[in-house]
């Protein structure tokens, strides 16, 4: 397991939030087992700190996950392909109407690259689909 993990907004140390828990843990403990309250407090306050940082770390993680899977899931990347092929359509004819040689061989390459991302998705979404419905017959 990675002790750190490093994004571009703030840096989470792993072993240093768990370290920080246990000091933490060990302050509250101490103060509580002696009698004072200020120490134990103090342990309370970090400990609890720390384990919501290191709670929200995980929630961040989760969340960019979600979002990674979001956009290379299938059904994601053939709306993509169906966007660049429009995209590239407009490109194609506008490149045509104003004599514009390059773009419109631009914007032809630009729709044959979106109608290959859209078909090769569409056949992924369709083996899942097969897939599922091998798998519920079998149940």
Sequence with gaps: MSGDNTDSS?????V?????QAMGYVKSAIGGLTGNQETKESGDSQYYAAKGEADQHKKEQEREKKINDLKNDPKTQAGQGVIQTATGTVKNVAGGLLGDEKMAESGMQSKNEGQARFDDNAAKIQKEQQA?????QTE
């Design 16 to 20: 240093g939030n768990t370290a920080s």
């Design 10 to 14: 703030k840096s989470f140390s792993t």
């Design 132 to 136: 599922k419905e091998q798998a519920q």
